[in-house]
């Protein structure tokens, strides 16, 4: 009976055990639900579901043993034994990695002046982030589930960083992303056996090159959302989310600078914005958040701090949309950027529905991450003529607030379609979330009344 490694890490459990134990997977493998331990023979493995001790969130962890010790097995709780649960373990960790390495690219980018941020054709700000993030996740997923399987959607290409007066710049690139993956086994994932060459890593980049579509699986990855706000020291986010058959069926948001409690954030001139903090409490600046379709939960996860290694589910919480149905206490979010949206029109319509706090305007999804969480209630976005929305600026966080308890709409009321490629075609004037539906029925009737009075 191997109790004296379990007995180390679980002072708390006793044993020996009861063998209440019923079949799971295969033969071999089995599943038993107590805070007890169960012996088991060589060569048998058992897999025992335990409450994760110390932890009041009461999160179950599978743990796995065999002959050769103690194993945590990748799931947060018995329901993550479902479908996609695979994909999402995979997710989550792609995506936390890479909120570490835009952490220390951005802090690098607020200490000296670097040539390492370009422009793309819309004047919008591209970084050695945005490329680096993308090329390891896309490496990532494409190991864990072999290249051939794995589709991906998402912004950026190598067309810049093909040029050949852009050798400097890939340089950099491929550097990130050898240091970012080095760290794969701390996340439980599996590192390449030497470094990439800058024709891998292009390789990587230029394989998210899917356009969607109605049928199949695919990724949808933006990997810095929010670039303005990244390079101006303020919020942004990694995003990661599958589709299937046209549904977002898994959804994984990383806000590097949205630390887990509310408490620690500042506001400035309406923006939500990172706040110093003491060295002892850095494991508060950002977070993961992640849901999966159907399960009706979401969950937060604290980034890793110093030389943590991530176990699963990484002292994950749940997360539950904001009660309040009242406009005049909600507090509703907007786009910084007046570029791509109107702030005279939804400020018309706040006013009108009764919303009297000040608008929280954040970059990137981090709107979203605000309500899925419960710290704001609405978030509102009427693009101006001429623009399109895209995809991966929201297919991941609008799972995140549906499995919360929110809802996510187009102006119409009709639920935002990610079947018909890059593009969400079809949206009815705008988008609107909200953390209930007495909030949501409101400001879909006051659009109705207000919108052929605006220029929109």
Request: glycine share 8%; net charge negative; charged share 20%.
């Amino acid at each position: 009976m191997a109790s004296a490694g379990f007995a180390a890490k679980f002072p708390q459990a006793q044993f020996p055990i009861s063998r209440n134990i019923t079949p799971y997977s295969t033969p071999n493998h089995f599943i038993l639900k107590t805070q007890l331990f169960c012996s088991w023979k060589p060569h048998q493995r058992f897999v025992c579901l335990l409450p994760k001790f110390g932890n009041n969130n009461n999160i179950e962890n599978v743990i796995e043993l065999d002959e050769e010790g103690l194993h945590f097995v990748e799931m947060s709780s018995f329901s993550d034994t479902g479908l996609y649960s695979r994909e999402l373990g995979v997710g989550v960790r792609a995506v936390h990695m890479a909120c570490l390495l835009c952490q220390k690219i951005q802090h690098a980018l607020l200490l000296e002046t670097t040539e390492h941020v370009s422009s793309k054709d819309d004047n919008s700000p591209v970084t050695i982030a945005d490329w680096s993030v993308q090329a390891t996740v896309s490496w990532v997923l494409s190991e864990a589930f072999g290249s051939e399987n794995v589709s991906i959607v998402a912004e950026e290409d190598v067309q810049v960083l093909s040029k050949s007066n852009a050798t400097g710049l890939l340089k950099a690139v491929v550097k990130t992303v050898n240091t970012c993956l080095a760290e794969a086994p701390r996340f439980g994932l599996k590192a390449p056996r030497s470094a990439l060459h800058p024709k891998e890593v292009l390789e990587a980049i230029g394989r998210c090159n899917s356009k969607g579509g109605h049928t199949g699986r695919f990724w949808v990855l933006d990997p810095v959302d929010g670039t303005l706000g990244f390079v101006r020291g303020d919020q942004y986010a990694v995003a990661l989310a599958l589709i299937e058959d046209g549904e977002v069926v898994l959804g994984v948001l990383g806000c590097p600078n949205y630390p887990m409690r509310k408490e620690l954030l500042s506001y400035q001139n309406g923006n939500q914005r990172p706040i110093t903090l003491p060295t002892s409490d850095i494991g508060d600046k950002g977070c993961v958040m992640y849901a999966r379709r159907g399960i009706h939960t979401s969950w937060m996860q604290p980034l890793l701090c110093g030389d943590e290694t991530f176990v699963w589910p990484n002292s994950a919480k749940k997360i539950q949309v904001s009660p309040i149905d009242d406009p005049e206490l909600a507090t509703f979010c907007e786009p910084v950027e007046k570029a791509n949206s109107s702030h005279s029109f939804t400020a018309g319509l706040a006013y009108s529905v009764g919303l009297r706090n000040k608008p929280l305007r954040v970059y990137s999804m981090v709107k979203y991450a605000a309500i899925a969480r419960g710290d704001a209630e609405i978030f509102m976005k009427f693009a101006r003529a001429g623009y399109k929305e895209k995809i991966w600026d929201h297919a991941a966080a609008v799972v995140i607030i549906e499995e919360a308890g929110g809802l996510v709409t187009d102006a119409g009321g009709h639920q935002l379609d990610f079947s018909k490629g890059v593009y969400l075609e079809g949206l009815d004037r705008g988008i609107i979330a909200c953390a209930g539906s007495k909030l949501h029925e409101t400001l879909i009737t006051a659009v109705d009344a207000s919108w052929n009075s605006s220029s929109l």
